[in-house]
């Protein structure tokens, strides 16, 4: 793999990332499927998989908040950026820092709603599960965003 390839955060992380957001939409996909054919054939409805579709939408948009960031394919304003030179410089580094720090807390305050799920036994409404199966992603993918940000940070923000 080459240094152009790294910069870029293409590797092991990046290929996991992006297969994992693919098996997501194709589950999601699925799901959705199944849930339309079963209610056009029948009178039946699958509205317990509208939790497990929640959870797999959330997980796909993390890890591609993640892999978005890593290859500098995120939402970026730029106007006043690409005008002035100092804000060249500055603009990614505090994009960056402003990103960690909201990751940073939405990782906090996420994995203090799953421990609060799991210490309380909530269970999810449809399927009964407990569900700190379902919140526990928040945190474990928010801490990814904030441990890629890092090394974005690491690297001069580019």
């Not at 939402?75 to 030179?85: D, Q, T």
């Not at 700190?132 to 928010?142: G, K, Q, V």
Request: aromatic letters at 12%.
């Amino acid at each position: 793999m080459n240094s152009n390839n790294d910069k870029r955060g293409e590797g092991r992380l990046a290929s996991f990332e992006r297969a994992l957001m693919a098996v997501s939409m194709g589950a999601l996909c699925l799901l959705t499927m199944a849930n339309v054919l079963v209610r056009y054939f029948t009178d039946i409805s699958f509205a317990f998989t509208e939790e497990i579709s929640i959870v797999l939408m959330v997980v796909m948009t993390l890890v591609g908040a993640s892999h978005a960031f890593t290859t500098r394919h995120h939402i970026a304003i730029l106007y006043f950026a690409e005008r002035w030179a100092v804000l060249r410089r500055i603009a990614p580094r505090f994009a960056a820092a402003c990103s960690l720090l909201m990751f940073g807390l939405l990782t906090f305050y996420g994995a203090r709603m799953a421990w609060d799920d799991y210490d309380f036994e909530v269970t999810s409404p449809s399927l009964g599960v407990p569900q700190w199966w379902y919140t526990i992603w928040l945190p474990i993918l928010s801490l990814l965003i904030v441990l890629r940000l890092i090394g974005l940070l690491r690297r001069g923000g580019r």
